[in-house]
């Protein structure tokens, strides 16, 4: 039986905390007079992951539940307020000088708005090749060469090289942010939303296109979405987020076939089904509550139809359910 | 048989901009009877929402209706006058936005609105408008209604929003409902809540509704009757059982089939090549010609609209 | 309504550059704003004066009758002449003269140099040094934003006069100094404005795309933020250049600024304020009126970059 791959990027009990900085004047006030402490969103609440080599992790949840701010740690656009980051095992810091620098360039990012994540003043060259030519993956001379071959790879016509963002359509756009993360040679890709904002039609395309260049490249995604529809297609594991907390976890098959979590469940019922006519709609009660206020006790209690005691004053742990699928829920321990 | 409550003739909707013409609704019709659901179905570009704010009388310069009829209770809703329409939008005929910040005004409070849209159709006093408007609070499924009353927009949620747009939009008790994406912009677990209720109300109602999406699952949960619209026109339409079931045309079938929820995972998606046509190209023929698998000569003259009882297919070469 | 409309407008705009059929020329963001700018004929009439009066004071050595500045042209047997009259060597003076015989158009053309020259150049100063700070108080944030931003407003609530005319008090009279006063008062703003913008760009997403790229710092902020930061700023210079030629006026009228060797426009005005009631009236009235023409252009020319650079407004 051979060993599972190696971990490429583990997190560790990582939270995240946003609060308002204060400026000089309310810094001067809370010192002759301490009040109570600044609001903060709780984003995330000891959160532990980890994505092993070539396996697609699909993270799913709704809003307010830190799946971009997660994806967006591990990516290194934000740092943590609590907890570890690893990357082949090591932490992050590590790679901030000497040798290592460039395996910081192994984990890139697609975002969400294609429009608002390319630089609208800049040529799509240089959008995709200014990274490769100043960390000297490239040389100046081949730049434009080296460009080329990253859009064909993408499915774009590298004539329109020195177009404008503005110039594209969304679908173009999209596949624009992804030669531009893929122009790093990265191994790891955290994408956020990716196709959320794209039409059926064209969200098909750019799934596909995932697919083939994990495939080609050998990559390793974190795909976050809120479309369980996309994340069954594409994932081989499921992380299941809600208010800042894992709550589920297993593999994709597994997820969808025995959601334990009530909450996976409601995710599961909402699931895009064509041939369900005329369906009653039974939705789950409440709404999503404020991640400035998060719920005592388990975060869901609120809404869950099987809530009792236990739930409103004691936070469940994840407890292992099944074969590599683990739950956070009460309900599994009577 | 009693006539329709909408029949949609023929409409053309164009846009007269600097770059060009943009035909953003091109030779659209439909009827809607009372209390049924019609489900608009397109991707961006499509002209479904077009044809929503085409109904409403809601095109602005330079924009303009420039052909075709829409008869709503037996009136032609085209060329209105102001005063004519004052009379029947949030009255007769109400729409849903996605974004429901375009139905609130964030600077008045949630009681000082609904007030207003009871008492601009009808001649009650106040307190009687404030019982109507927490009546249609509590219908739509918000709890506490006279705290919500007394709130302003920005102090609640997305989805607490668009309840309080829908009950505005079922105030006055229309005969019938165009609700553009509202839930688009929502989560999943609210979205069902959301059209729960819609379902709820329209059936104790029996008013009529138009949703416009590009959610052909929610419409199938949700619809009796759909159209397919691609670059401004019908290609498809029916009922919501022949059509998903029974696709005619190819683009129908396309997007049925790129939906990741129908295919095994892990298996590539069944792709529709290339995008969709420029809004400003004016095309001969058919416009989905490019991306179609079964093109040929015959597709480069305008299609024609081929009736099969209730189904309606806008093909020369329709699958069946 | 109206926001959808325009996003289609906008869309089949946008959409006609796009497609994979024949390539279609590069379409750069500033050729598009010329493009708009075009559009409105009342823009272009200010433009083309704007452009009239700069080129007559860039030419001034070369086209005007007379040197002003020289003294030994003067006659003072040819002061206060009117309009149209002749002097004593027979030159017509189109616009007459002022109380030392200096020729008005002359003085005019000149003075128009200085007024145009120091508006500009203290314009662009002050650009560079608001640029600078305002960047990096909304880049950094923290204590540069709260140090920057406090000076900011401070600076803001003293009235500009106030500020200029102790600094030339304390720093006597010329032309750099009055461009030196001129930047004092104005940098301000253009700190403030380059800051709101940058902080609305700081969040998007192709900011943090380049932190994920691992790109540094200095070229994040002068390479990404700069450029996407820029149309507010141009559209508050080009109304800051007519406020500074303003300025510069009143402080000369005031008797501060420049030398009554070489005169502004203000100080010309304010020469001839004394005889305005006596019937010479020209002597204040024609570089009053070149003022005003120069103050409208560019506002005109200011009005329409304003309206074309703002992404919000459908056209």
């Known amino acids: ?78 740092s943590p307020s609590a907890g570890e980051r690893l990357w082949k095992g090591r932490p992050y810091a590590d790679f901030d000088s000497g040798r290592d620098r460039r395996e910081r360039l192994a984990v890139q990012m697609i975002f969400q708005d294609p429009f608002a994540s390319l630089n609208p003043r800049m040529r799509i060259v240089d959008i995709v090749g200014e990274a490769p030519a100043v960390h000297g993956l490239v040389r100046r001379r081949e730049r434009d060469e080296y460009v080329a071959g990253v859009l064909q790879r993408v499915g774009l016509d590298p004539a329109t090289m020195r177009r404008f963002p503005h110039q594209f359509s969304g679908g173009q756009r999209s596949r624009i942010g992804i030669a531009r993360a893929l122009a790093v040679e990265p191994r790891f890709l955290v994408c956020d939303e990716a196709v959320a904002s794209l039409d059926v039609s064209i969200q098909a395309q750019v799934l596909n296109l995932f697919a083939r260049l994990r495939e080609e490249l050998r990559l390793t995604y974190l795909f976050i979405s809120h479309d369980l529809g996309v994340i069954r297609h594409l994932s081989d594991r499921v992380v299941v987020m809600y208010l800042g907390r894992v709550v589920e976890s297993a593999r994709a098959a597994d997820l969808f076939a025995a959601p334990n979590h009530p909450y996976t469940r409601a995710l599961v019922d909402e699931l895009p089904r064509m041939d369900l006519r005329r369906r009653n709609f039974v939705p789950i009660r409440g709404e999503i509550p404020s991640p400035l206020a998060p719920p005592s006790g388990c975060h869901f209690h609120p809404r869950c139809p099987h809530a009792f005691e236990r739930c409103r004053h004691e936070a469940p742990a994840l407890r292992e359910v099944g074969e590599g699928h683990v739950s956070a829920c009460h309900l599994n321990e009577r | 048989m009693s006539a329709p409550l909408l029949e949609v003739e023929g409409l053309r909707m164009h846009f ?110 106040r307190a009687e408008a404030r019982d109507r408007s927490r009546e ?8 506490a209604p006279d705290e919500r009353l007394r709130a302003y927009p920005h102090h609640l949620s997305g989805g607490m929003r668009q309840r309080v747009a829908i009950a505005i939009a079922l105030l006055n008790r229309p005969a019938l409902v165009i609700a553009d994406e509202p839930t688009t912009a929502l989560d999943v677990t609210i979205q069902g809540q959301i059209l729960y209720e819609m379902q709820k109300l329209c059936r104790e109602s029996a008013t009529a509704l138009i949703w416009i999406t590009h959610d052909l699952s929610v419409i199938a949960g949700l619809a009796d009757d759909v159209c397919v619209m691609y670059a401004g026109r019908i290609v498809e339409s029916g009922s919501v059982d022949e059509v998903l079931d029974r696709p005619l045309h190819p683009y129908t079938r396309g997007l049925l089939e790129s939906v990741p929820g129908r295919n095994a995972p892990g298996r590539p998606l069944p792709q529709i090549p290339g995008m969709a046509p420029s809004p400003l190209q004016s095309l001969d023929g058919c416009p989905f010609r490019p991306r179609c698998g079964r093109a040929t000569e015959a597709c480069r003259t305008q299609p024609p609209l081929q009736s099969f009882g209730t189904r309606r297919v806008r093909c020369a070469h329709p699958l069946a | 309504m109206n926001e959808a409309t325009r ?95 200096r020729d008005m158009l002359s003085a005019i053309l000149y003075g128009l140099r200085i007024s145009l020259g120091v508006g500009v150049s203290s314009v662009v100063c002050a650009l560079a040094l608001g640029l600078v700070l305002g960047l990096a108080a909304a880049y950094f944030g923290g204590w540069v934003d709260a140090v920057v931003m406090r000076v900011v407003d401070l600076q803001l609530s003293f009235p500009s006069i106030l500020i200029a005319l102790i600094l030339l008090a304390v720093l006597g009279q010329g032309v750099g100094k009055i461009v030196v006063a001129l930047v004092t008062v104005q940098w301000a703003y253009y700190a403030r404005t380059v800051r709101s913008s940058a902080l609305v760009e700081r969040q998007k997403e192709y900011i943090e795309a380049a932190e994920v790229l691992a790109l540094s710092r200095a070229r994040i902020v002068l390479r990404h933020l700069l450029p996407n930061c820029l149309p507010p700023l141009i559209v508050v210079a080009t109304v800051q250049v007519a406020h500074a030629i303003a300025l510069e006026a009143t402080l000369s009228f005031l008797g501060l600024g420049l030398p009554i060797t070489e005169p502004s426009l203000g100080l010309l005005i304010a020469n001839g304020f004394q005889y305005l009631l006596s019937g010479k009236y020209w002597i204040s009235f024609y570089p009053g009126v070149a003022l005003m023409l120069t103050i409208i252009a560019i506002n005109l020319v200011a009005d329409q970059l304003r309206d074309v650079l703002n992404p919000r407004l459908s056209r």
């Not at chain 2, 008045?108 to 009808?122: F, K, N, S, Y």
């Not at chain 2, 249609?136 to 709890?143: F, N, Q, S």
């Open chain 1, 1 to 78: 039986m051979s060993a599972l791959p190696a971990p490429l990027v583990e997190l560790r009990a990582v939270s995240k905390r946003f609060e308002r900085t204060l400026d000089l004047a309310e810094r001067a006030t809370r010192l002759l007079r301490p009040a109570a402490p600044a609001p903060a969103v709780h984003a995330l609440d000891r959160v532990d992951l980890t994505v092993r080599e070539g396996e697609v992790v699909g993270l799913v949840g709704e809003s307010g539940c830190g799946k971009s701010t997660l994806g967006r740690i591990v990516a290194r656009a934000l």
């Open chain 2, 16 to 125: 007269f901009t600097k770059a060009g013409v943009v035909k953003a609704v091109d030779d659209a019709s439909f009827s809607l009877e009372r209390g049924r659901i019609l489900g608009l179905v397109g991707e961006s570009g499509s002209g479904k929402s077009m044809t929503g704010y085409s109904i409403l009388g809601l095109v602005d310069p330079p924009g303009r209706i420039v052909g075709g009829h829409i008869r709503f209770e037996g009136r032609d809703l085209v060329g209105l006058s102001n005063a004519q329409w004052r009379g029947l939008r949030g009255n007769r005929i109400a729409m849903i936005f996605q974004d429901p910040m375009m139905t609130l005004n964030p600077v008045l409070r949630i009681d000082t609105q609904m007030i207003e849209a009871v008492r601009a159709h009808h001649a009650v006093s």
């Open chain 2, 136 to 143: 249609a609070l509590a219908k739509v499924g918000i709890a």
């Open chain 3, 7 to 101: 996003d289609l407008v906008a869309a089949a705009a946008e959409a006609a550059a796009t497609g994979t059929t024949a390539p279609v020329g590069v379409q750069s963001p500033w050729r598009r704003i010329l493009a708009d700018f075009a559009e409105s004929r009342l823009a272009l009439v200010g433009l083309a004066l704007l452009v009239a009066i700069a080129l007559a004071a860039l030419t001034a050595p070369w086209i005007s009758p007379q040197n002003p500045y020289d003294l030994s042209q003067l006659d003072v047997l040819d002061s206060k002449l009117a309009p149209g009259e002749a002097s004593m060597n027979g030159t017509v003076h189109w616009l007459g003269t002022d109380d030392q015989g």
